[in-house]
């Protein structure tokens, strides 16, 4: 069982910087694709970053492309989202997730993630 437990959300203003962190449980963290999605009011869960278990392969979701960068520290059993020119269409609850199968490969849908977080609130003002 993995449970995790995001943070760094907060109001920020367009333009500016925030770097998320979720925190996992579980011996297996370092072997796990770690993901980052979002969700705003009334719309779909949509994929923002994902990480293979060392790091080497990263995918970014179009809206983040250039904007976002996904890293982790298996050692801190942490994967971090680091977001940068934050604009308001950025607003969402930002959710961590963690693909139970060891060693699997990234993926931009929700259903190929079994342990997901609370969640973060991120709003962006103008």
């Known amino acids: 069982q993995v449970q995790l437990v995001e943070s760094g959300g907060g109001l920020v203003q367009a333009g500016d910087s925030l770097r998320l962190s979720c925190a996992a449980s579980?011996?297996?963290?370092?072997?796990?694709?770690m993901a980052w999605f979002r969700q705003a009011p009334g719309k779909e869960r949509e994929f923002v970053a994902a990480?293979?278990?060392?790091?080497?392969?990263?995918y970014y979701g179009d809206s983040v492309k250039g904007r976002a960068t996904i890293s982790r520290d298996n050692a801190k059993n942490t994967v971090y989202l680091q977001m940068n020119s934050l604009k308001p269409e950025d607003t969402a609850v930002y959710y961590c997730?963690?693909?139970?199968?060891?060693?699997?490969?990234?993926?931009?849908?929700?259903?190929?993630?079994?342990?997901w977080g609370q969640g973060t609130q991120v709003t962006v003002s103008s």
């Open positions: 997730a963690a693909d139970g199968q060891v060693g699997g490969l990234p993926s931009r849908y929700a259903d190929e993630y079994d342990y």
């Open positions: 579980g011996r297996a963290f370092s072997r796990f694709t």
């Open positions: 990480i293979s278990w060392r790091g080497l392969n990263l």
